[in-house]
C-alpha cells in the first residue's frame, strides 16, 4: 500500500493545539480566515515548513530567508520583521508547551480581497500571517522500508510560467504529480525537468548516488530546498564527491542507492523507481552516513540557537 512520506500517526495532543493567526492565538476551531483571503481565493501566497528539535526551529535564518525572497518575488509586504515573526514562533511554540517531535507550518498571504479577483489592487488589509504547530513526526515505518517512486508525466516547468523556485501556496503542478503517482501505487512522483532530464519529487528533493558520487539535479527546476542545500553542504564538508547535474532516468535506474530529502522527514531513501529496485541493502551505506552527517547538523543548528537565545 502506498504511503506518503508526509504521513505520520495521528496525535490527539493536536485536537486542542493552539493557532496563531495574526497575533491572536486562538483555539483550532477558532483559527480560521476569511472566504476573500487571497491565498483561498488564488493561492497567492508563501509558506515554509519547520522542524522544532529542542524547543528550536531548525535552520530558521534558511527558512525565513526563502520566505523573504518569496515574498518580494510577489510584491507580498509580510508586515512582520525577521525578529518579530521569530517571536511568534516561540510563543506559537510557548503556548502550546512544545519542543521535541513538532512540525510548523508558517504561512503568508497577500491578504483579504473586497471582491475574489486576481488582482493585488483588491487587496483591502495587510497580510494574513498563520502559524500552525503540530506534534507531528515522519512514519518510522515508512523511513524503514523506504519510498517507492512513479515518474509521471507531469514536467517542472520553466521558470517563466511558473518559477520553481517559489515555495508558494499554489501547488497545483505538485497536486496532480502527485496524484498520477498515488493512483499508480507509489508513494512519490519523481517529476522531469521540461528537457526529459530528472528534476526533483512532487513534495521532497531527489539524489542518486552512483560509484561513490552524490548526484542531485542541477537544480534549475526545483525548489532551494533547505535539506537539499544542506545535504551538499555536508558532502563538501565531508570530503563525499557531490554533483548537481543533468541525469537521465536511466543513470537512476542503474544507481547504487538513491533517497529524498526533506523538512519533514529529513534522508530518506528510496526502494524502488518505476518497478526497478535501487541497491542491494536499504539504507545504503551512503544513505545512512549521511543521515548520521545530516543528524550532527541538527545538533550544532540548536546548540548554536540556544547559545544566540533565539
Known amino acids: 500500500m502506498s504511503q506518503s512520506i508526509q504521513d505520520f500517526h495521528d496525535d490527539p495532543r493536536n485536537a486542542s493545539i493552539r493557532i496563531w493567526v495574526n497575533g491572536e492565538l486562538k483555539p483550532r476551531a477558532e483559527a480560521v480566515v476569511s472566504v476573500f483571503d487571497s491565498g483561498f481565493v488564488l493561492g497567492d501566497g508563501v509558506w ?120 508558494s501556496h499554489s501547488k497545483l503542478n505538485c497536486i496532480t504529480a502527485c496524484i498520477q503517482a498515488t493512483q499508480a501505487g507509489a508513494d512519490e512522483a519523481l517529476m522531469l525537468d521540461p528537457h526529459g532530464f530528472v528534476a526533483t519529487c512532487n513534495s521532497t528533493h531527489f539524489f542518486i548516488v552512483r560509484r561513490g558520487e552524490v548526484w542531485t539535479s542541477s537544480g534549475d527546476y526545483c525548489l532551494g530546498g533547505i535539506t537539499r542545500a544542506n545535504v551538499l553542504a555536508l558532502c563538501h564538508e565531508a570530503g563525499i564527491p557531490v554533483r548537481e547535474k543533468n541525469f537521465s532516468l536511466t543513470e537512476v535506474y542503474s544507481a547504487d ?54
Open 48 to 167: 515554509e515548513g519547520l522542524r522544532v528539535v529542542g524547543g528550536h526551529p531548525v535552520f530558521l535564518d534558511a527558512h525565513l530567508d526563502r520566505l523573504d525572497e518569496g515574498a518580494k518575488a510577489l510584491m507580498i509586504d509580510i508586515g512582520l520583521d525577521r525578529a518579530a515573526l521569530k517571536r511568534a514562533l516561540y510563543d506559537t511554540l510557548a503556548a502550546n508547551a512544545m519542543r521535541d517531535g513538532v512540525h510548523i507550518r508558517l504561512m503568508v498571504t497577500r491578504g483579504v480581497k473586497r471582491t475574489p479577483y486576481q488582482d493585488p489592487r483588491v487587496t483591502v488589509g495587510p497580510a494574513t500571517i498563520a502559524i500552525i504547530a503540530e506534534w507531528k513526526e515522519a512514519k518510522p515505518e515508512t523511513l524503514q522500508r523506504g519510498l517507492n517512486l512513479f515518474t509521471v508525466h507531469v514536467r517542472r516547468g520553466f521558470p517563466d510560467v511558473q518559477d520553481p523556485k517559489l515555495n
Open 257 to 310: 542507492e538513491a533517497f529524498c530529502t526533506g523538512t519533514f522527514a529529513g534522508l530518506a531513501p528510496v526502494r524502488a523507481i518505476d518497478g526497478r529496485t535501487i541497491g542491494e541493502t536499504l539504507p545504503g551505506p551512503m544513505v545512512q552516513r549521511l543521515q548520521a552527517l545530516y543528524r550532527e547538523l541538527i545538533v550544532r543548528d540548536v546548540a548554536a540557537r540556544a547559545a544566540g537565545g533565539s
